[in-house]
């Protein structure tokens, strides 16, 4: 019987995630979505290894045995689980600690952190860590923008501690590398990542010129290469093409609203526990 859970669950999965398509509307309309079809599938697998965890690995379940390794399958998913997020940690922890090195600029004005400066020649700016994350700006950022364009990325920065990028994008980011094995894993994972910087993008709009913090975009973006770590929140992802025109657009565009997304769009969630439901019927 936990055999056919952990099947069905991942036919559910990847059928979920073959029925993905790139979504339409305004960005909280498509966060929404791309959640949706990103979280669901991994929540199915996971709440279903837990139950079969917490049913254990002898008895019956409606009529049908249990088996020994569907147990043991599910505890080993876990701990891979485990293991990858505390690898993730440890790395995001060194690298903190070699931020100490750095000095600490004062505090701008409408910023809730003191950046680090590090000599890097590349443009960067980026929030690191988790819940209380560090904000590192590079020597070359500050030679490429004056006040009035870094004033911008420290708010789209500012965007970024706001809605604790850095803690929700950690735990995506070890969803992402347990399952990218599912269909549309990294397009999902970078649809998620340009939201993430429309969003942010949108909240800076809010208390800086547009037009600037537009420029201080294309500004960095063609000044930088290399890729940017996953638990990190920069003003530029390695976004490039059809990514950077879209958070331009967006960014420009005048008639865009941003309605807020009532509760129950997340009513989706509740399906998650399914699995768990199983639980009362195994003896």
């Given at each position: 019987?936990?055999?056919?859970?952990?099947?069905?669950?991942?036919?559910?999965?990847?059928?979920?995630?073959?029925?993905?398509?790139?979504?339409?509307?305004?960005?909280?309309q498509r966060w929404q979505k791309t959640l949706f079809f990103f979280l669901l599938p991994i929540l199915l697998l996971a709440m279903t290894a837990i139950a079969i965890v917490c049913m254990g690995p002898q008895g019956t379940m409606a009529g049908m045995p249990t088996v020994g390794y569907t147990y043991?399958?599910?505890i080993a998913l876990l701990i891979l689980a485990s293991f990858v997020a505390l690898s993730l940690v440890?790395?995001?922890q060194q690298s903190l600690k070699r931020l100490q090195?750095?000095?600490?600029?004062?505090?701008?004005?409408?910023?809730?952190?003191?950046?680090?400066k590090t000599p890097d020649s590349q443009?960067?700016?980026?929030?690191?860590?988790?819940w209380q994350p560090q904000l590192v700006i590079s020597q070359g950022l500050l030679d490429l923008l004056d006040t009035e364009h870094l004033n911008a990325v420290f708010a789209h920065?500012?965007?970024?501690?706001?809605?604790?990028?850095?803690?929700?994008?950690?735990?995506?980011?070890?969803?992402?590398r347990l399952t990218f094995w599912l269909p549309h894993s990294q397009a999902l994972w970078e649809e998620l990542l340009t939201l993430r910087e429309v969003?942010?993008?949108?909240?800076?709009?809010?208390?800086?010129d547009k037009l600037l913090l537009a420029e201080a975009l294309l500004f960095s973006v063609s000044a930088a290469t290399g890729d940017i770590p996953a638990h990190s929140a920069t003003l530029h992802p390695s976004v490039k093409g059809d990514r950077l025109q879209e958070r331009i657009d967006a960014l420009l565009d005048e008639t865009a609203s941003q309605p807020q997304q009532p509760w129950w769009t997340?009513?989706?969630?509740?399906?998650?526990?399914?699995?768990l439901l199983a639980i009362p019927f195994h003896t």
């Open positions: 019987m936990h055999s056919m859970m952990i099947a069905l669950a991942a036919i559910a999965a990847v059928v979920l995630r073959w029925a993905w398509l790139p979504a339409s509307g305004n960005w909280q043991q399958l599910a440890y790395t995001t090195q750095y000095p600490e600029l004062p505090q701008p004005p409408g910023l809730s952190q003191k950046p680090r443009p960067l700016c980026a929030q690191i860590g988790f920065e500012q965007a970024h501690y706001h809605y604790r990028d850095t803690f929700w994008f950690f735990g995506l980011g070890v969803l992402r969003r942010a993008d949108a909240y800076a709009a809010q208390s800086v997340w009513s989706w969630l509740l399906t998650t526990i399914l699995p």
